[in-house]
């Protein structure tokens, strides 16, 4: 299908159909806190539904390593969402940003890392499932928070949830199939600015460490992923990539492709079926790994 008239109305300048409100939060408990880390305290932002809950979810925002915030659609309304529909305690990260200065690789990592073993630690959630997850690069850092959950714990994930991830460097190309469909999308990841991205959040382009973008390194032993991609994006090759290597590895994968969708489209209203879908997919994946320690 074609890019969805939503995004075209943005492309064109036309605005947006939807009107930006509040999100409705009925139902769940929401606070601001901070959590101890090897660069000092990481901001979060937890969501606890006033249900019985079936597990715990950490989740990252996107923003290319070096932009967004808790309080993005990206970041608050899919934490509002997942709480909801996987009836799940969320923590939505505030990891520090990339500054291409003093703020590098790993320091990124080391937040969601510190904010993962934090919500490890918690009692309640002992005997219950805890997923991790991430959009875009927010996804590259819940990969890696995952691995060194893996290597080092406190305890590994029990599911992992990744919206339209930027998992490799160099970006994978595109299947030459869909040049003449992307020619139509105005923002694109050409690779003059997936390289700055690198360079920003890296340091440099060259020696780039496997678990930066963490498609280079070892991926077996991850917990079941869900892979949410965008048809009308760059990053698209990416996921596909991911979705093959875990499955070469024996990672159980599954992927819902969100027709007519461009990148970052969780960072709008899920008032779209296919960005409505694109959460629910995610949110299900916690469901699914109640049965490992049920």
Avoid: C
Avoid at 29 to 54: C, F, K
Avoid at 75 to 85: M, N, S
Avoid at 135 to 140: F, I, L, N, Q, Y
């Amino acid at each position: 299908m074609p890019v969805h008239p939503y995004f075209t109305a943005i492309f064109s300048g036309e605005g947006e159909p939807f009107a930006e409100d509040a999100w409705d939060t009925t139902g769940l408990v929401i606070e601001d806190a901070a959590v101890d880390g090897p660069h000092g305290p990481v901001p979060v932002r937890t969501y606890r539904p006033e249900s019985e809950l079936n597990g715990a979810i950490l989740w990252a925002h996107g923003g290319g390593f070096r932009h967004g915030d808790l309080d993005m659609h990206e970041g608050h309304v899919v934490a509002i969402e997942l709480a909801r529909r996987a009836q799940a305690f969320v923590v939505s990260v505030d990891y520090r940003l990339a500054d291409g200065e003093q703020t590098l690789y790993p320091v990124p990592i080391d937040d969601v890392h510190a904010a993962w073993t934090w919500l490890a630690g918690l009692g309640e959630f002992a005997n219950a499932p805890i997923g991790i997850g991430g959009a875009s690069a927010g996804g590259a850092l819940a990969i890696s928070a995952a691995l060194r959950a893996r290597d080092i714990g406190p305890r590994p994930a029990d599911a992992l949830l990744l919206a339209y991830p930027f998992a490799h460097y160099p970006n994978p190309p595109l299947d030459w199939g869909r040049y003449p469909e992307m020619a139509e999308v105005p923002a694109r990841f050409d690779p003059e600015g997936v390289e700055g991205m690198v360079r920003n959040y890296v340091g440099r382009i060259s020696d780039v460490p496997a678990d930066a973008l963490p498609g280079a390194a070892r991926l077996d032993g991850l917990p079941p992923t869900r892979i949410v991609a965008a048809e009308y994006d760059d990053l698209r090759a990416s996921a596909d990539l991911l979705e093959r290597q875990l499955a070469e590895v024996g990672v159980p994968v599954e992927s819902y492709l969100a027709l007519g969708m461009t990148h970052g489209h969780l960072n709008h209203l899920p008032r779209l079926p296919a960005i409505d879908e694109s959460i629910s997919f995610l949110a299900k994946g916690l469901g699914l790994a109640k049965g490992l320690n049920g």
